[in-house]
């Protein structure tokens, strides 16, 4: 179930530690890991608490991600103080503008915004990657992508042929692992929800990143299409084209990260089916499944492309159209 917004007891005694023993604490968030975020004002000064409670969480990679982006260049938290043995963080507050809710309010400048997010990807992958980090490439590509028959079938009653599906997806992707593209940090939760809108600032560095503690070593075009094919707010198939372009003329990239795009972009939209209806059912959030219709919608356009024949053909045999998008209607 999820966390109730309530402080953890020994937050008062962190905060008063580290200069801020009379600031207010105050509900700001929770996402879909144990992770809880609060604000913390002191009159005219705010700040981020981060409650991530071990065992569940640990803050020492979200730290190592911050620290590595800020030092290459783009907006990441600052870390004011840290409490490792018990998870919390305080961290630079970027004040309440998402880019979510601004495109919702300005979608005549949706391509405008997206210009500066597709450059911010530029910026991070004409850098080499991020030293440590654990690989994303086939192997993970595909134990992720099971989630969907691990969790989505199952939901729906379905018997589905576990084998060929994996057998599918790995005459997919075995040719995007093999493309021989530069590798890159892959921030994996890169979205409108995750990306504030920071006052002051211009170039990618307005650009203020959250939620990439799960950052790897993988394919370029894997950000990319998790920001273009959003799961939580509809990108114009316009704005997608326009941006696939741009990234491609500012990387040097053509043919072989336009097919590597659709590919992880079915990859990454087949998996988060499978995600939020585990979310539903082993956490407790059945909020999620109010994306489905858009994953569905975003799954079958990818499956559209000739390289994805093999795994069209399987969901063709194996998921009848009443237990797709409508199914969650």
Do not use: C
């Not at 409670?53 to 870390?79: Q, T």
């Not at 336009?258 to 998996?271: G, I, K, M, S």
């Not at 999620?288 to 975003?298: A, D, I, S, T, V």
Request: glycine share 6%.
């Amino acid at each position: 179930m999820a966390a109730p917004m309530i402080p953890p007891a020994h937050a008062p005694a962190f905060l008063a530690a580290h200069g801020w023993g009379d600031a207010q604490i105050l509900p700001l968030a929770g996402d879909a890991s144990f992770r809880r975020y609060f604000r913390v004002v002191d009159r005219d000064r705010q700040a981020v608490l981060m409650d991530a409670p071990p065992p569940h969480e640990d803050p020492r990679p979200f730290i190592a991600v911050a620290e590595w982006l800020l030092a290459e260049g783009l907006s990441a938290p600052a870390i004011l103080a840290r409490d490792l043995e018990r998870g919390l963080l305080l961290i630079e507050d970027f004040g309440d503008v998402r880019l979510r809710e601004t495109l919702d309010e300005r979608p005549d400048a949706e391509a405008d915004y997206y210009a500066g997010v597709v450059d911010l990807l530029a910026h991070l992958h004409a850098r080499a990657p991020m030293p440590g980090l654990p690989v994303h490439g086939l192997d993970q590509w595909l134990d992720e992508v099971m989630l969907f028959a691990d969790w989505y079938a199952p939901a729906l009653d379905l018997e589905v042929d576990r084998d060929g599906f994996r057998a599918a997806w790995e005459a997919v992707l075995a040719p995007v692992e093999a493309d021989g593209l530069p590798r890159v940090t892959v921030l994996r939760d890169f979205h409108a929800e995750n990306i504030m809108l920071v006052a002051g600032r211009e170039g990618v560095l307005r650009f203020g990143l959250l939620d990439f503690q799960d950052a790897l070593v993988g394919h370029p075009a894997y950000d990319l299409a998790s920001v273009l094919e959003d799961a939580r707010r509809d990108v114009s198939a316009g704005v997608e084209a326009a941006m696939l372009d741009r990234y491609v003329a500012a990387s040097g990239q053509d043919e072989a990260l336009r097919t590597a795009y659709w590919a992880l972009a079915a990859q990454r939209n087949t998996r988060i089916l499978g995600v939020f209806v585990r979310l539903w059912k082993r956490d407790g959030k059945p909020g999620y499944r109010r994306f489905q219709p858009r994953m569905w919608g975003l799954l079958e356009r990818d499956l559209s492309h000739p390289a994805l024949l093999p795994v069209r053909a399987w969901f063709d045999a194996n998921i009848p159209p009443e237990k797709r998008a409508e199914a969650w209607a």
